[in-house]
């Protein structure tokens, strides 16, 4: 299932509205101090709530599977984010490991790292570590991240999109959308798009530009929210729920060519981090190309 809303909605104020869409195809409003996820399939991204107003039902009709969203709105600044919701945390790589095997079909975690295109327990140690996902204790668990979509907008209104990878171990990720990135603990998703930039794009950003955030500039009214539920490609079997924070943007520096490639420039900031970091796959090329603006899925 997938819930939008767009600036205008979020800069209202407004109580927190929790929406649920149950098994039996309805949508329910619910007065709570506290939720706690109960399903495998709840994707929970929650403050303490007061009491809500009623709302009418059935306000969505989409999906009869037993899968469960709920979402709040509070009156937050449209750049300010909830802080994330409580996670498990891991000693260890290997401790992380132990936690998911009986969580998650064998098959599937066998598959990480091994299969073209996924991740392994070393990338998903260092991801919640650094704050930038959470897991659920369901089975199987829940990885909530919250995610910038950056549109770069270019010269004939053109869309910079991210074509394919090259990964640490000489495989290929295709991709075929704008740039992204997972946002860090206490960072407004503004700052996240600043990085974003910094680390995909800034290896090829002309350096009369001067520094990254003088570069770029944001598009006023732009700014959108989408919640998609779906099953993670990075690493099978776990189902994710993504918080993606749209922008479009304009980056002055940037290569007119109709293809080109940039090189990472990530670094890891946690106790204990260099070794996971060593055995994670990494992006190590990011292979970029300008495409028409319809091209793009919304």
Known sequence: MTIMMDQTALTQTMPIIILTQTEDDKSICSNSSDIVAESPRKCVCLLALPALPALPAPLCKKSRKA???????TNLSPLTLPPPPP???FATPESLSDWLKPRIPSDSF???????????????????????????DSVPPTRTVNVVKVHVVGSNSQILVESHQQLSNGSFRHR???LSEK???????EMAV???????????????VGSIGDA???????????VEEKNSVSYPGLPACYMFYSFEAEVEGLPEDAEFCTEEEEEHDVSGGAGAANRAIS????FWKWVSADSIEP
């Open 283 to 286: 992006v190590k090329r990011h």
């Open 183 to 189: 946002m860090k603990p206490s960072e407004t998703p």
């Open 67 to 73: 899968a469960e969203v709920v979402f709040a709105f």
């Open 194 to 208: 600043i990085r974003a930039v910094r680390e995909e794009l800034g290896s090829v950003i002309r350096a009369e």
């Open 216 to 226: 770029v500039r944001i598009v006023p009214g732009s700014y959108k929210m989408k």
């Open 176 to 178: 075929r959308r704008p």
């Open 87 to 89: 996670s498990h945390r």
């Open 110 to 136: 066998a598959s990480w790292g091994v299969t073209p295109g996924t991740k392994n327990v070393h990338n998903l140690w260092l991801e919640i570590s650094e704050g930038e996902t959470s897991l659920t």
